[in-house]
């Protein structure tokens, strides 16, 4: 939300949106201090939730740093070395997104070494997989590192999904999440396909929210496709609410009131 005007929190509550879980990202550009991460840390876990207060939803936020800016490993120490203070904030729900961007040795080294920041806090943790030809190989990477930390596969959220990934990643008991875009990479119409095909378990859908052409109110036009080919509203509630709800309440800070007709 830190790319989005106050509008789309306007928009968003109007659409019955109730929470934002918003993870540490690339800000369109590359970061040149540990100090930049620190400030934007301030402002994920400051301004952001009382922005959003102002529209009755509730922000949370992952730290850590993105991918696209962990191939210097010297510099990704310093800022993972700032992480746990931030830790401590009330809205913090774990480490993410972590990954890899071009899946390269060094990107490797600090995702292993934010899975150990994320061991020794008990934090749940969001992943970003590559938008990569070889997207299938770096998500492959990416669960081979946290199969071999003692994390629980349950805790750990494999973000951006595909058909070709999405199926490998839920036979390795880690949840699946689909984040939706207007035209690009998994749009509200392919989520839906997915959920035709792979069923409910484990699995749901976010709004992509970014410097690009994204969507917040991507989660509630997928709701009106499934509407539009006549799945259940339970079906609907347990992808776009029930599952994000049960991950994220792994949280000891995920406190969310929901009311249901």
Not at 26 to 50: C, N, V
Not at 129 to 137: F, I, N
Not at 229 to 258: A, C, W, Y
Request: hydrophobic content about 40%; proline content about 5%.
């Amino acid at each position: 939300m830190v790319s989005r005007t106050t509008d789309d929190y306007q928009r968003m509550a109007q659409s019955g949106c109730i929470a934002v879980t918003e993870p540490a990202f690339w800000a369109g550009f590359d970061r040149s201090s540990a100090q930049g991460f620190a400030d934007y840390f301030r402002q994920l876990t400051e301004y952001e939730p009382r922005r959003a207060a102002l529209f009755g939803i509730r922000h949370f936020t992952w730290l850590c740093i993105n991918p696209k800016e962990a191939d210097d490993p010297g510099f990704a120490r310093e800022v993972i070395s700032i992480i746990p203070e931030f830790l401590k904030c009330n809205t913090v729900l774990g480490i993410g997104e972590i990954g890899l961007n071009k899946n390269t040795k060094n990107e490797l080294i600090i995702l292993e070494e934010q899975i150990a920041l994320a061991e020794t806090h008990h934090q749940l943790v969001l992943v970003h997989t590559p938008h990569l030809e070889d997207k299938r190989k770096g998500t492959r990477v990416i669960m081979d590192a946290l199969s071999a930390s003692s994390i629980d596969p349950g805790r750990i959220l494999i973000d951006h999904v595909e058909e070709h990934t999405v199926g490998e990643v839920l036979d390795r008991g880690f949840w699946a999440g689909m984040t939706l875009y207007p035209d690009t990479k998994m749009t509200p119409q392919r989520a839906t396909d997915v959920i035709e095909i792979y069923g409910s378990e484990r699995i749901w859908m976010n709004s992509a929210g970014d410097w690009g052409c994204s969507d917040p109110l991507a989660v509630p036009k997928a709701r009106l496709e499934m509407s539009r080919r006549g799945h259940t509203m339970s079906l609907i509630d347990k992808v776009t609410l029930e599952n994000p709800m049960t991950f994220l309440s792994q949280s000891p800070n995920f406190k969310v009131d929901v009311y249901k007709d």
